[in-house]
């Protein structure tokens, strides 16, 4: 029989990881992200751990890609000429959006500009009511007028959005065969296909982003499948999506909005399976790369979920600067706290980090590429956190003299501290920018967080997740095997997966039970035919129903699940039972007097996740070998000490330290702080330990 080999490849801001997947275990790598042209780093990493593994790639049996070339061109605003044609009446819905500033007392505030300028924004005559009724007949002479004035505007892609197509998209499928059969070079997304859901400025928004990136996302992807093709690889390729499953590469190319927060995801379903294995009932994820971090909240092994987020938000985490999406996604906090994040000092003398970051070019001082800004990596090297030799494996070698000089200069001159001050004063920010990012996350979801453990990961989080964790109060964190490319083996955990939406009212005291049994079918099939069953690892196919429900009158939906079967008008009780008690665990109360209606009703079609078994034996284990030692500044005496240095692949099971010391792996360290023990689970887990509070029972 043979062994399915795997191949996952996560593009980040800084890196690009690779991971090799077979019955002999797991094999990474980690290279420089190639920005312009980011499919070079891929090929670079999977030639580079192919030839390591001396593996064929005839062997391969699936790859697994996840990508941030959508969120940067929707940040950096490098996507197609993008046009919108919506009903006549509504063409500035996209610039008044919630007529409502998310900043009340900033007057100089500026929202983020739409991306269809309003002379590509076209109003057109048509009109179809919320119950189907046909108001006003499609002009389809306006529509022929506009298509000629978007071809002499020299209009890449259109976006079409309809007042009320979520429910009855002919008008919007009309305009899409006029379209195809005059300028078929034309890329259309209709909001009916990519949004079919109620409110119409998310709708429009989510229809316009995936418009506007769609050209460029395809033309990536095709040049991907192509180079692999022509490095003699026959497997199927699959992306990963936001909302933690992944996809063909068609249906990844007709819907780029869904890819957008896809690395993430992938980090979000390691750290889902790590809480599983160790049976941690409340987790928080930490995943810390070059250029962000994420954070996420994990209950009974399933990580929290959303149906919209920001992206490109003008201001820094100020929720309602950014651009609103209404597609699923894995719900994360995403702060500008990398290992390239930039350090300096402002006006009133404060060190300040972040958002900007130096990337993977010029990268950090150390790097020795032509980076001058001090950043997060430059501060661990003068700290004695990293290993100027072994950085990324050996494989990226750093420079300490440049990181010294670059902290000095900007930061301890600024503010008469030596450098090694000057570096805990980065450190300190950084990690404060993550520990209040997360008690605010909590806070709101009414989570209290000193009864989570942490699960810290990505090639940055190991490094400060001890004292992030004394910030949070938080007693224990996991340091998961293959923890520096984590969002990579989350690719190769995850189901795959496709979800369809629509939105229909119905009250529940007079539940359309027929209609809504109608359209959960046809829902299914659609998703079903989506995730090309033939291409999944396994033929069991399962299916999850969920509808968001309000109290009538209400602005906002919680989510409750559906039975795997056809519905009854009995079920609308049990329903309404479903949604108060989600309602009173929240907000502390129900309105029983109140009507109870479903909104928008939703089927994902999902393979099972992929799981990894352990040995839960632990055999008795003399303290493991250090490979050596080396100078490393102690963050809370204040004082540079001695620390022996650990290799985590010599560690076994069992095995503990404890005391300051560092753990070394290629991709990333562990810093283990005065307080904190360390060992080994037998999944091959780093446990860690605040000796000063009580740990959870493994």
Known sequence: MNHPIRLAADIGGTFTDVVLESQNGIHSIKVLTTVKQPEQGIMQGVEELMRSTRTEPSQITHIIHGTTLGTNTIIERTGAKTAFLTTDGFRDILEMGYEKRFDHYDIYLEKPPPLVPRKYRLPVRERISSQGKILQELDQDQILEALEFLKREKIEAVAVGFLHAYAHPEHEQRVQKIIATKFPEM???????????????????????????????????????????????RCPIHLMLSGGGWTNLETAARFPIRMLESGPAGGAIMASGVARQCDVEDALSLDMGGTTAKICMIRNGIPETSRSFETARVYRDQKGSGLPLRVPVIELVEIGAGG?????????????????????????ACYALGGHDPTVTDANLMLGHLDPEYFGGGKIPLEPSLAKKVVAEKIGEKLELDT????????????????NAAKVHAVERGRVLNRHTMIAFGGGAPLHACRIARKLGIARVIIPKGAGVGSAIGFLRAPMSFEVVRSFKTGFNRFKVDEVNHLLEEMGREARSLTLKENALSEEMKEERKVDVRYLGQGHELKISLPERKLTVNDAWTLREQFEKLYLEIYGLTLPDMEVEGISWSVTVKTEEVMTEGDDQISVQTPPEPAGNRDVFDTQSGKIQNALVYLRDHFNPGQSVQGLSVIQEAETAVIIPEGFVAFMNPQGHIILDDQNKKAPDV
Do not use: H, Q
Request: with cysteine; proline share 6%; charged share 25%.
């Open 187 to 233: 890329s259309v997304c209709l909001s009916s296909e990519v949004c079919p859901e109620m409110r119409e400025y998310e709708r429009f928004s989510t229809t316009c982003a995936n418009a506007y990136i769609r050209p460029l996302v395809s033309g990536y992807l095709n040049r991907l499948k192509k180079l692999f093709i022509e490095e003699g690889y």
């Open 340 to 364: 390239g994040s930039i350090a300096r000092v402002d006006e009133m003398k404060r060190i300040r980090v972040g958002p900007r970051s130096a990337g993977s070019e010029p990268g950090p």
């Open 420 to 435: 090694n001050w000057s570096s805990l004063g980065i450190l300190a920010t950084v990690e404060e920018n993550m520990a």
